[in-house]
């Protein structure tokens, strides 16, 4: 695991669900323990969140989208005193629902389910994000009539090489391989890789090598593992292996929905938050990282874990429990990857958390 400690972190929440919006935190660098420095309701659902730099200053500068059928983004600095403040203007994306955000190129970009699109804005030299450069709209359905009757691209994000986006898209079970343009900020399409119908491709993270991508599906508990080949840009679907164990209960009533993967920075473990089963997976990955073993399945430490993330250190996990209106914080074994829970603060409709 590594070294590095994160001094602060921020929560997204859902304003419109009761949330505070953002939400700064201290963290403990022994404990894991955040404590609540300040928020913002700036902007309406904010949920999910980014950190880069201001390219003038270095400072640091938060990303949010505004997870609206509008949809913007907006860009905010953090004082000494924890309270986010906006850094110029929220801009509208020209597409509804973004329900993720990345930095690549000069470049913020959204991926924005409600429209099946992704958006580029070009960052200012306070870190502001400007009116958008470009927009690159899906096309496709998948199986499901309730969920993939149109393209719903639910991330998007660099690879490690930086010559490339990916955007991960639910409605159409597919991730498809763009290039961005940082001096016109448009985007344009390269490849697609396409998964199995109906599994509804939710998040995916890379393994720290570079050179496999690990697809968390929504609609069915599976993890769909990937050859990268960053030199052509192209995403290689392996094989599916299960985020759950075999005699979990699974019916109209208790469905899970998976919604975060990450992969440990010494890339032995990854790990899933299952919503429904309010679970957080553990899976083992070999020297080949093509073959996850589900070794597993721990309480998330709340109700509908919306989103899953690693601290830079390695040691603590943290899971936004969206229904239950708080984040949990897991110690993770560094022999067996195994979390396990360390504490928990109430916020009200928590859909993510970063580092910084």
């Keep these: 695991m590594g070294a590095d400690h994160a001094k602060r972190a921020f929560i997204g929440s859902f304003t419109s669900a009761g949330g505070r919006g953002i939400t700064v935190a201290a963290l403990d660098r022994y404990t894991g323990a955040p404590t609540v420095l300040g ?9 999910f969140l980014a950190v880069g730099r201001a ?68 960052v200012g030299a306070d870190g502001a994000p400007g009116p958008v450069s470009g927009v690159l709209t899906h096309e496709g359905h998948g199986p499901d009539e309730g969920r993939q009757g149109s393209p719903h691209a639910h991330q998007v994000l660099p690879d490690p090489s930086g010559q490339w986006v990916l955007t991960v898209d639910l409605g159409t079970d597919s991730v498809r391989v763009c290039a961005l343009d940082p001096a016109t900020g448009t985007l344009r399409l390269h490849s697609e890789a396409a998964l ?3 599994t509804g491709p939710r998040h995916l993270a890379f393994h720290p090598s570079g050179g496999h991508a690990y697809v968390l599906n929504e609609l069915e508990p599976t993890v769909t593992v990937c050859r990268w080949d960053a030199a052509a840009g192209l995403l290689e679907p392996l094989g599916e292996t299960p985020v759950l164990p075999r005699d979990h209960d699974e019916g109209p009533a208790v469905r899970t929905y998976p919604s975060e993967v990450v992969v440990s920075h010494d890339g032995r473990f990854l790990w899933t938050a299952n919503r429904g089963h309010d679970s957080i997976s553990v ?21 509908w874990p919306r989103d899953l993330a690693l601290d830079p250190s390695g040691q603590w996990l943290y899971a936004a429990n969206e229904h239950s209106g708080n984040v949990s914080w897991f110690a993770v074994d560094a022999e067996t990857g195994i979390p396990a829970h360390a504490g928990s603060i109430e916020v009200p409709a928590a859909s993510c958390v970063v580092f910084a």
Excluded at 284 to 303: F, H, I, N, W, Y
């Design 283 to 303: 899976l083992t990955l070999d020297e080949t990282a093509e073959k996850p073993v589900l070794a597993a399945a721990v309480g998330c430490g709340g109700r």
């Design 55 to 122: 390219p003038a200053t270095g400072d640091t500068v938060l990303y949010a989208v505004s997870e609206t059928s509008e949809g913007a983004a907006a860009a905010f600095a953090v004082g000494a005193d924890g309270a986010p403040h906006l850094v110029g203007e929220v801009r509208p994306v020209n597409g509804s629902g973004p329900t993720h955000l990345a930095l690549a190129g000069g470049h913020l970009l959204t991926a924005n389910y409600g429209s099946g699109s992704v958006t580029a804005l070009p």
């Design 196 to 198: 199995r119908p109906g």
């Design 39 to 47: 928020t913002s309701d700036a902007v309406a659902d904010p949920s």
